[in-house]
């Protein structure tokens, strides 16, 4: 008689997270993990991506906030499929609310998926969620000097998006000092200039996603 | 014969927080608490309210960051006396953290005590540091539904400085929506609208902490 083992509530969030990328990777969708402070601009990039995107993948959002569903709101405004984490009051996301929230959407066809984090520069950046990479983002008005203050999302990072860089005329923020503080963390960043409200800089940004789809798909193939 | 009794280092934030403000009560030193998300402006406003207020007052500051030591300097060049806590990756201040830096500090006739917290809008708003009252950074670039989204903030702080006015042309913010959301938490708040880099509303900031210092100044007498 074979005795059915509950798998303990208590797990640990990195072996959480190892066990959904193991599941992932038969898929070939690449799960990006995005993590800036609140107010940076993750959900207007994310606007962006899905709207200029939209003919080429096939996307699906995460959002993750402690209270509201106004971010999802603004995704589902373009057609993509979204769900909303709220956590009340919690100041990062974990994988048991990933695999979670993945229950509420249809994974079949999708190339790309985005989990939001919270706004918060400290606490995501220690939970893995399974995700292929973690995506930094940075607006210019937040000052040049946070990746030296917060280093570890910057040395996690795959990508940093530098953002609202049409702000830059009226702010004290030098983007040669931001981009040598999150190097001298992590030579291999990427590092993209952008402003998502008006446009600029994207088209490289949408570049790397190709890239990283494309060699997540390679991967299984 | 006594036995020594060494306190449990263990012992709750709650506890260590109610002691302190009950030994700062008979000094009539005024303590603020100061939460934001990084990059909101706390250590220029600090900047300004030093040099403003430095013939009226005696002030010091306890500066709270997961790294570097940039914040204490600038504040050090104001001529104020200041002490750095590094968290070394903690998201927010604790009790323990401030007991052990006032020791730095000579607080015989300090006037105001400021503490700046880690730049993070979840996790500080949690811990009581012993303080007299909690003062919330809003910078206007951060979007008008963060009061919204991130409530306890709202509803615990006393003051609401709603800062970089200046940027008001240039972004997306409606600061009514944003003073009405934190209003709707609480409605004793105070708001106040300043530019920290230009110098607007810094008045009515500067008449508060007249206000708080004297009453208690009062409470003491």
Redesign the interface.
Known sequence: MEIPVVRSVFESNEKQAARLREQMKSRGMLILNLIS???AGKTTLLERTLKDLSEEFTMAVIEG????D?DARRIAASGAQVVQINTE?G?HLETSMITDAMKSLDLGGVDILFIEN??????PV?FDLGEDAKVAVL?V???D??P?????LFKLASAMVLN?I??LP???FDAETARAHARRHNEELKIFDVSC?KGDGLEAWYGWLRDMRAARKKAVA
């Open positions: 402070s609140p107010g906030d402690l209270q509201t106004n009051g100041c919270v706004g918060n520069l400290v606490c220690e607006s008005t937040e000052g000097d946070k030296e203050k917060y280093p570890l609202k049409d702000l009226y702010v004290n409200t």
